[in-house]
């Protein structure tokens, strides 16, 4: 093995995982993919077409069929991709905060994590690919030759995420959103399918005290240091 070719990168919310995954996908000139956006995608369709978020069959109906589109950024506003749902520009609706409010309950249904863990395999099996999510070590790509988990302290990750709204113009008190991040955390955690956990063989990185740049060296550090490695045993 040369450079890790299929690299996984998961964490809990706000830790950092979208930055890092894309600079490094940059970087190596690998494919970036967010796997985050394929839940909230679902979400905000259930939104738009008024289908209720406790309606499990419905919601797993729509995972399985939505035609959903990631693709290379067509507006230079800050976005890393252009997400369309039935060809329209969905970008940035998916960040909304009743697509935040409801997420966590629709990537908790089993059916809906099928449906997208398959397209998500799809793709990563392809290799030359940095993705990131919350499963992504332990259940789409198990065999990923680098594991990431980037975590946090709760308070830091609701602060990054508070300065990402105020930024784009949304007025939510930082107690909310620190509201909504602690639930969100304790249902990507708890729930049965998947859980929000660190793959055995992952390396975890706390980054409460690190910028991106930091964050970022370290993981070509690592990804230096399992070259040697693979180089000196294939020696
Ligand atoms: O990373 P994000 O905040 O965009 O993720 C949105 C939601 O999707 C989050 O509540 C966790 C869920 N998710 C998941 O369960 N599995 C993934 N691989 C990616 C995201």
Known sequence: ???????????????????LGQRLAAHLGYLYVDTGVMYRAVTWAAL????????????TGLAETLDLDIAPPTVQDGRLYTVRVDGEDVTWDLRRPEVDAAVSQVSAYPGVRRALTRRQRQIGLRGRVVMVGRDIGTVVLPEADLKIYLDARLETRAWRRYQELQARGAD??????????????????????????????????????????????KVLDLIAARCRETSHVAG
């Open 1 to 19: 093995m040369g450079l890790p070719w299929r690299i996984a990168i998961d964490g809990p919310a706000a830790s950092g995982k979208s930055t």
């Open 48 to 59: 738009r077409r008024g289908v209720p978020i406790a309606d499990e069959a419905a919601l």
């Open 172 to 217: 939510v008190p930082f107690e909310a959103v620190l509201e909504t991040m602690r639930q969100r955390d304790a249902l990507d955690q708890g729930r049965e399918v998947a859980p929000l956990r660190p793959a055995p063989d992952a390396v975890v990185l706390d980054t409460t005290a690190l910028d991106i740049e930091g964050v970022f060296q």
